[in-house]
């Protein structure tokens, strides 16, 4: 029994799509549940290692629409951080959100 992923071709299509979906659910779950959150992370790792990212360079480029997306999430956390008076709540709620800094 070969559980080696090497003989595996994924294309492109399947990959943004498998990308697209557990980022929404991740998306979604800074809002409604944890669980998606961590559904949706999950997802993303689970392609990463299907496509063997870790082979690939990283690159950060400023020019990336990923942070305009995801910049305004935690700009809100913040400034709500800012007028609470529970802060213990507050930092329970950044702690959840904190892995979807790890999105490529």
């Not at 003989?7 to 809002?31: D, E, H, M």
């Not at 629409?65 to 213990?88: H, Q, R, V």
Request: aromatic share 16%.
């Amino acid at each position: 029994m070969n559980l080696s992923l090497n003989k595996i071709q994924f294309n492109a299509s399947f990959i943004n799509q498998w990308f697209l979906t557990a980022a929404s659910i991740s998306i979604i779950g800074v809002f409604c549940s944890r669980a998606m959150i961590s559904i949706g992370m999950i997802g993303i790792v689970l392609m990463y290692f299907m496509v063997k990212g870790w082979t690939k360079p990283f690159s950060f480029k400023a020019k990336d629409l990923i942070l305009f997306f995801l910049a305004p999430i935690f700009i809100l956390y913040i400034i709500g951080g800012i007028w609470t008076e529970d802060t213990s709540y507050w930092m329970d709620r950044v702690q959840v959100k904190i892995p979807l800094l790890l999105l490529p």
